[in-house]
């Protein structure tokens, strides 16, 4: 299988994807990258039951695209006609974390500090601590 005449707007690709057999193509599957709860994915791969031996195309995209809108259509000339959608909501993979999260196991306990310490060791604490949340 073999993706031709690729056209992109602002909210779809379109293209046909031409299917190199001398049998007409039957059983056609389309899956993606797909993870919930996103309703999107960047990597959608078309497969076909029969004939066999007809290897599956995957195909990537710089838009994540609608998995549930997909239209593939299996057509006489042994192609298969495609439109994804954009998915133009939906900027971020559902794993994407814009703030760093603490790992609570890894900060240490406070160390109660003895009045008979010197004001110095007290600056360097509060320095450390102002370096540390000024980010």
């Given at each position: 299988?073999?993706?031709?005449?690729?056209?992109?707007?602002?909210?779809?690709?379109?293209?046909?994807?031409?299917?190199?057999?001398?049998?007409?193509?039957?059983?056609?599957?389309?899956?993606s990258d797909q993870l919930r709860p996103c309703e999107a994915g960047h990597?959608?791969?078309?497969?076909?039951?029969?004939?066999?031996?007809?290897?599956?195309?995957?195909?990537?995209?710089?838009?994540?695209?609608?998995?549930?809108?997909?239209?593939?259509?299996?057509?006489?000339?042994?192609?298969?006609?495609?439109?994804?959608?954009?998915?133009?909501?939906?900027?971020?993979?559902?794993?994407?974390?814009?703030?760093?999260?603490?790992?609570?196991?890894?900060?240490?306990?406070?160390?109660?500090?003895?009045?008979?310490?010197?004001?110095?060791?007290?600056?360097?604490?509060?320095?450390l601590f102002k370096r540390a949340f000024s980010d």
């Open positions: 299988m073999e993706a031709e005449n690729c056209q992109e707007s602002p909210k779809d690709f379109i293209f046909n994807i031409s299917v190199h057999t001398k049998d007409f193509p039957k059983g056609l599957n389309v899956s990597k959608i791969t078309f497969s076909i039951a029969e004939p066999q031996g007809v290897q599956p195309l995957t195909l990537c995209f710089p838009y994540p695209v609608l998995v549930d809108c997909i239209e593939a259509t299996l057509l006489a000339d042994r192609s298969i006609q495609v439109v994804l959608k954009k998915a133009l909501n939906e900027p971020w993979p559902y794993d994407f974390n814009l703030k760093p999260t603490w790992d609570v196991d890894k900060f240490k306990l406070w160390k109660d500090l003895n009045p008979n310490d010197n004001v110095s060791k007290l600056y360097i604490l509060m320095s």
